[in-house]
């Protein structure tokens, strides 16, 4: 069974990059042909997708984000990475990475991280 | 761009009682898309439905997905201790996500 876990700084100073790595255990980031994702959960704006790499390294962000966001993988290490650079209190969030399903699931994400909180302040 | 609203905010049950939550998109939308998922307090999201109406891997019988075009629900039929949590819609359309901003069923 796959599984994904988040870590990262919990803090982050403005202007910053917010640098976060997703490790993948229970099978190959490599098999599957799946999206590995980036999304993140604001208290008051609920939950917004930041991005997407294929193991094969072809990646999409979200056009709110993107110029700001590089979504990385290394498959030796099975992990794949965020950064969020320039970032300010408006970041401050609950990050979460998932697998995106096929489209047989309609691309639904499945499993998710258990997340982790990333707080942006001096 | 879609956008997913759910209705109610927050629903006050019992246990053993019947509920439907409501998800409404903005536009007529893929029912193959749309999925449902629950979360509790510190937990991350969790799959429930798919594709509109079916169930995630372990999903018990009294969760049920419908709809299409632009109005879908999850119905639970008998709501047990360990259903009261969050539940969100979400959408994947044209490389994209959307998500309702959910429902939280609380126990009464």
């Known amino acids: 069974q796959v599984q994904l876990q988040e870590s990262g700084p919990g803090l982050v100073k403005p202007l910053q990059t917010l640098s976060l790595t997703c490790t993948v255990s229970?099978?190959?980031?490599?098999?599957?042909?799946?999206?590995w994702y980036w999304i993140r959960q604001h208290p008051a704006k609920g939950l917004e997708w930041i991005g997407y790499i294929h193991h094969s390294g072809d990646t999409y962000y979200n056009p709110s984000l993107k110029s700001r966001v590089t979504i990385s993988v290394d498959t030796s290490k099975n992990h794949f990475s965020l950064n969020l650079n320039s970032v300010t209190a408006a970041d401050t969030a609950l990050y979460y990475c998932?697998?995106?399903?096929?489209?047989?699931?309609?691309?639904?994400?499945?499993?998710w991280g258990q997340g982790t909180l990333v707080t942006v302040s001096s | 761009e879609v956008v997913l609203t759910q209705s109610p905010g927050t629903l006050s049950l019992s246990p053993g009682e019947r509920v439907t939550l409501s998800c409404r998109a903005s536009?007529?939308?893929?029912?193959?898309?749309l999925a449902w998922y629950q979360q509790k307090p510190g937990q991350a999201p969790r799959l429930f439905i798919y594709?509109?109406?079916s169930r995630a891997t372990g999903i018990p019988d009294r969760f049920s997905g419908s709809g299409s075009g632009t109005d879908f629900s999850l119905t639970i039929t008998r709501l047990e201790p360990e259903d009261f949590a969050m539940y969100f819609c979400?959408?994947?359309?044209?490389?994209?996500?959307?998500f309702g901003q959910g429902t939280k069923l609380e126990i009464k």
């Open positions: 536009q007529t939308i893929s029912s193959k898309y």
């Open positions: 594709g509109a109406s």
């Open positions: 979400q959408y994947y359309g044209t490389s994209s996500y959307t």
């Open positions: 998932a697998r995106a399903r096929g489209y047989s699931y309609g691309y639904a994400f499945d499993p």
């Open positions: 229970g099978g190959s980031i490599n098999s599957g042909g799946y999206y």
